[in-house]
């Protein structure tokens, strides 16, 4: 068995790309214990991170392949990755659930890469961790959140082929609207019919589908569906964060049912206008804030409720940086981005868009369909 | 908008049992960070944890109703929760996402839990969690897993109802099993398959969905299907843990093709006796060591590769305690555990057994169908 998301080669590459910036900074070893993270050096693809149960690690040191140090219950599954290294012990253990197993890994470690910063988890128990930082009195921990994210947001043209494909399913199902969604359906089942396509097109798995509906917008883009139906004149919204091999798009569409309220179609128009100003924006170089500049300037709003007008795309539905007023990465050729402008039309009462994009050395490469111009009507 | 998974009572109930816990234990207020933990008191559901850009805090207090401080895009939908005190920011923030506004939250709190022991995860970045220790220096932390576990561990009749239902909703897919499964079918095609018709019988997500196959059992237990086809003699297993309103079952069935080696028929029938052996023993005060001892003894090993056999189950895909040798934790009336007795047929061929059941004040509730005594073969 061979877990092959990707050849050999991909994940050489990303680890001398660590390496180098590791060596830059003068860390000697990175420690992850994160799903997104573990699978990015490894490869390591499964949905057992559902358990909270046990814990997992992964050592990168500064010369040579990473290090696994996992339970035995995922021994198989990781020694079919590229890597060499997996250290195993039986877990949940009773006493020493894999500390001191790492422990001796990470020995004359003295400068510990680990993410502390934003959008960073510690997916261990923090008894485990003081017992680790007494266990490495001499290792001074170093943030590695900017480094990760750094690295992770330039993709390989593999990585873009996949979010590009998932990208093009969702745009699919997307597109079947006027057959999956009716007036007076109730929203679960829009949802069921929704997420039933995806499947049905090709995607693996739809780990994320929020949404809602109402008269000319919605009051909530994160909420799971109620079994309300949809009413003449609602406008219903869909957000989906569908993967391929655990890559992920992250875009929406609206659709008005019946009729829809000039304020919804202007809203619309609106942020189709802020989204074109961001395709306009977006190229290597310009800053993380300028794309937000540019969509708050056509939407009139110069702060978002949602704190920003989009982020970075891949491993994970949402992966920094952010398209917000201080972010000020600057793009590159290789980042996948989403572009999200959203605005209050009443108290209340909210529209959201979205589109993924590729940084080229020209215009960006859609990966998403463009939505269309108008909002579309359902009758 | 009201989201309604439970009437208001569910809630009070659960905070009223943990506030009398607390008082036990002298703790002023416990401090939540993670999806399980918040919804369990507030309500707030939603696949937006799917995103780790911004932090969300909970601090339930020894007097009165939790409080949210959560991040403005989470306002509409936790307001529309029981919880009355929602306190936002605009996350991401430049500096302080939220921090400062917890801390005023927990001002005076001498004794904070916060869960730091098994299966816990810190999930805000350690960062903010040090500014945070720093802020409130006369705080002393108290470990609250062991506390959580066992509020966690007793499920209401409300929530019985649930697992049930999604029990009963997986049973029925895997009884479709006939229809959906066939050899020659590509394992992704049959995981696909699988998964729609859990939707289609009203899953309302299916998060968890592993398995594999191969002649006369399988390898691994955690693994995203391949694209290879199903052989004549191969033993395919799926485990799912699908969901209704976020609530979890957690099963797997084991199903030959064309004919099943000897040895599989075999395992097929040990692992269903040891789960016998289980369901005689779960009684309320026997404790997870006991229900693991009677199942080794069936299996005649007295350890196991993936280290228990068997989970609390609930919220989550798998919640304490664990069915191990080293878990004194005892069953009470109430508690919904899974049976999930493994054993190895030959070098890297495994077999496993799943049942999700209901501690009563007699034998136990079987929520999933039971398993067919012999090994089923698909022609």
């Given at each position: 068995?061979?877990?092959?998301?990707?050849?050999?080669?991909?994940?050489?590459?990303?680890?001398?790309?660590?390496?180098?910036?590791?060596?830059?900074?003068?860390?000697?070893?990175?420690?992850?214990?994160?799903?997104?993270?573990?699978?990015?050096?490894?490869?390591?693809?499964?949905?057992?991170?559902?358990?909270?149960?046990?814990?997992?690690?992964?050592?990168?040191?500064?010369?040579?392949?990473?290090?696994?140090?996992?339970?035995?219950?995922?021994?198989?599954?990781?020694?079919?990755?590229?890597?060499?290294?997996?250290?195993?012990?039986?877990?949940?253990?009773?006493?020493?659930?894999?500390?001191?197993?790492?422990?001796?890994?990470?020995?004359?470690?003295?400068?510990?890469?680990?993410?502390?910063?934003?959008?960073?988890?510690?997916?261990?128990?923090?008894?485990?961790?003081?017992?680790?930082?007494?266990?490495?009195?001499?290792?001074?921990?170093?943030?590695?959140?900017?480094?990760?994210?750094?690295?992770?947001?330039?993709?390989?043209?593999?990585?873009?082929?996949?979010?590009?494909?998932?990208?093009?399913?969702?745009?699919?199902?997307?597109?079947?609207?006027?057959?999956?969604?009716?007036?007076?359906?109730?929203?679960?089942?829009?949802?069921?019919?929704?997420?039933?396509d995806l499947l049905n097109n090709g995607a693996e798995d739809v780990p994320y589908l929020v949404g809602g509906a109402g008269?000319?917008?919605?009051?909530?883009?994160?909420?799971?569906?109620?079994?309300?139906?949809?009413?003449?004149?609602?406008?219903?919204?869909?957000?989906?964060?569908?993967?391929?091999?655990?890559?992920?798009?992250?875009?929406?569409?609206?659709?008005?049912?019946?009729?829809?309220?000039?304020?919804?179609?202007?809203?619309?128009?609106?942020?189709?206008?802020a989204t074109d100003a961001a395709l306009t924006a977006a190229r290597p170089g310009a800053r993380c804030c300028d794309l937000f500049n540019a969509m708050a300037r056509v939407i009139g709003q110069t702060s978002?409720?949602?704190?920003?007008?989009?982020?970075?795309?891949?491993?994970?539905?949402?992966?920094?940086?952010?398209?917000?007023?201080?972010?000020?990465?600057?793009?590159?050729?290789?980042?996948?981005?989403?572009?999200?402008?959203?605005?209050?039309?009443?108290?209340?009462?909210?529209?959201?868009?979205?589109?993924?994009?590729?940084?080229?050395?020209?215009?960006?490469?859609?990966?998403?369909?463009?939505?269309?111009?108008?909002?579309?009507?359902?009758?």
């Amino acid at each position: 068995m061979t877990q092959q998301d990707f050849p050999a080669e991909e994940f050489e590459s990303r680890l001398e790309r660590a390496q180098r910036a590791m060596h830059a900074q003068g860390i000697d070893a990175m420690l992850f214990t994160t799903e997104a993270e573990i699978r990015y050096f490894t490869g390591f693809r499964t949905l057992f991170w559902q358990s909270p149960t046990r814990p997992w690690f992964l050592v990168v040191p500064i010369k040579g392949k990473p290090v696994a140090v996992i339970p035995e219950i995922g021994a198989a599954l990781m020694r079919a990755t590229w890597i060499d290294d997996v250290r195993t012990w039986s877990s949940p253990a009773e006493q020493d659930d894999g500390v001191s197993l790492l422990t001796a890994c990470l020995t004359g470690v003295n400068r510990l890469g680990i993410p502390m910063g934003r959008e960073s988890t510690l997916r261990i128990p923090l008894q485990d961790f003081d017992t680790l930082r007494q266990a490495l009195p001499n290792a001074a921990l170093v943030d590695v959140s900017p480094l990760m994210q750094a690295l992770r947001f330039v993709k390989s043209p593999a990585e873009v082929e996949k979010i590009a494909a998932i990208c093009g399913i969702a745009s699919d199902s997307f597109e079947n609207a006027h057959a999956l969604f009716s007036t007076g359906q109730p929203l679960n089942d829009a949802f069921r019919a929704f997420k039933t396509d995806l499947l049905n097109n090709g995607a693996e798995d739809v780990p994320y589908l929020v949404g809602g509906a109402g008269p000319g917008g919605y009051a909530d883009v994160i909420s799971p569906p109620t079994a309300d139906p949809i009413r003449e004149g609602d406008v219903l919204m869909l957000d989906t964060g569908s993967t391929l091999q655990g890559y992920f798009c992250d875009f929406d569409r609206n659709y008005a049912f019946g009729h829809a309220a000039e304020d919804a179609l202007q809203a619309y128009r609106t942020l189709y206008a802020a989204t074109d100003a961001a395709l306009t924006a977006a190229r290597p170089g310009a800053r993380c804030c300028d794309l937000f500049n540019a969509m708050a300037r056509v939407i009139g709003q110069t702060s978002a409720d949602v704190g920003r007008f989009g982020h970075g795309l891949g491993l994970q539905l949402t992966e920094g940086p952010s398209l917000i007023s201080f972010d000020r990465t600057q793009l590159e050729i290789g980042a996948v981005i989403t572009l999200e402008p959203s605005m209050e039309i009443a108290p209340g009462r909210i529209m959201v868009h979205e589109e993924n994009i590729l940084i080229t050395d020209g215009p960006p490469r859609l990966l998403s369909r463009r939505a269309p111009p108008e909002l579309p009507i359902i009758q």
